[in-house]
Every structure is written in C-alpha cells, then in structure tokens.
C-alpha cells in the first residue's frame, strides 16, 4: 500500500470515528431523536453524502456506537471483576454493569434498546460484545457446566433491572436489595442440571 493510500484509510477511520463520536454525545445532551444525518454533518462538518459513504443511514450509525459501547462495556467489567475481592467477582461485576447503565444511558440505549444489525450469541458476535458477555461467564467456575446459561440469567435480569429502574418502574433506590437476592439465588444454583 502507497503512503498516500495509508494516509487516505487513516483519514477515512478518522472520519469513521468523529462521526461515531458526534452521533453519541448528540444522543447523551439530547436524545437518540435528535441524531440525523443533517445535524451529524453540520456537527462534524461534512456533507452528509460524506456522511453516507461511512454509514447506511441512522440504524448503522447507532450500531457502531453500540459496538464503541460494547468495547468500553467489556474494559469496565474487567476492571470490576479483576479490582475484586476473592469470591466477590460477580457481584463486582453486576455492580459495574448495573453503573454502566445508568452512567451512560444513551450509550446503553444503543446497544441494548435502539435497532442494531449486531448479532447476539451467534457465529457472527462481535468480539468486544463475546468479550462483555465473557466478563460474566468468568465469574462462574470453569468446573461449570451451565457457566454460559448462569451469565445469560444475570446479564437478562440485570437488563431489565436498569431498564426497569430507568424508566421509574421499579425504585432505583432498592438495587442493592435486588442485587443480593440475584446473585444469593444464582450462588446457591445447582451447577449440574438436576434430572426429571
């Protein structure tokens, strides 16, 4: 590759980004509606048919934001279940998770609520959402059979805890609570399935 071709991609990745970038601090100061095409290019000063040789529209756009989050997602949960206490990994990762959520709710909108093209627990995941997801499957015992189903039962109940909380459908002030009781029923599961 010429080093005017090399400069040219780095460019382009420099656009990529900036777009990406603007599209989510637009979304956090004013809302996923507030994200065009029209006002990403005023904002990152480019013609929005620029704009259209990086993304297929707002549905691309807010996946790779959700796809940024996924990576900054799986850094936190690791720093949380490495930072850890012995024995208390899951619930440093809940923690971290449950924060993550309502720290960055435009961030977690994307990735969770907004449409995506991302491929969830298929050939196709991308690796910084397997990484995430992994975060989770790590806290449990590699003797675990069921270390991939005890990660979805949290990462679901955790969803619907911030989604929940958020919303003001149940009290944020009893996350805590909601958290012991989670992890004491998912500690206490038994990790071989039990027969008919």
Partial sequence: ????????????????????????????????????????AE??????????????????????????????????????RHGADPGQGLRAVCRAYLEFATDRPALYQAMFILPTDLKFASAETPAPLRAAFDEFV????????????????????????????????IPADGQEERLDFLIARIADTPTKPTSP
């Fill in 138 to 169: 790590s806290c449990f015992r590699p003797d675990n059979t069921r270390r991939e189903l005890f990660a979805e039962v949290i990462w679901s109940a955790l969803h619907g805890m911030a989604v929940l909380s958020d919303s003001g459908r």
């Fill in 43 to 80: 904002r990152v000063e480019y013609s929005q048919p620029v704009l259209y040789s990086h993304f297929n529209g707002k549905d691309a756009i807010v996946s790779a934001v959700a796809l940024d989050g996924f990576s900054e997602l799986a850094a936190h949960l690791s720093r949380a």
């Fill in 1 to 40: 590759m010429s080093a005017i071709s090399e400069r040219r991609e780095r460019e382009r990745a420099h656009r990529h980004q900036l777009i990406i970038t603007a599209a989510r601090e637009l979304a956090e100061s004013e809302g996923w509606e507030a994200v065009t095409t029209r006002r990403l």
